[in-house]
């Protein structure tokens, strides 16, 4: 797999990856998304430091991630309901 060296800044720092070739624009676009997270934090709460900054970012992350892994397995469960309800019916007419 191809890599190509990339350069993303977030919250003043730049940082630098190796990241797949077909990746790039996904990571620029994440690291946009955390970027415009911390300045909304640090506008919100200016005293905090840094540290928390980042750790309430990557918390606010993680629960909306959470959430849609949830809401992912309710449609997975839902789907496979669907599926039994349809082999049934045609098991039924056949």
Not at 76 to 84: E, S
């Amino acid at each position: 797999m191809e890599t190509q060296a990339v350069t993303i800044q977030i919250f003043g720092r730049t940082l630098k990856f190796n990241c797949p070739v077909d990746e790039v624009d996904a990571l620029n676009c994440a690291a946009k998304d955390l970027d415009a997270r911390l300045t909304n934090l640090r506008e919100k709460s200016p005293q905090i430091g840094s540290d928390q900054l980042i750790m309430t970012a990557a918390l606010n992350i993680s629960y909306e991630l959470t959430k849609e892994k949830e809401k992912s397995n309710e449609f997975g469960d839902r789907l496979k309901m669907l599926q039994q309800l349809l082999d049934s019916a045609l098991n039924n007419n056949s």
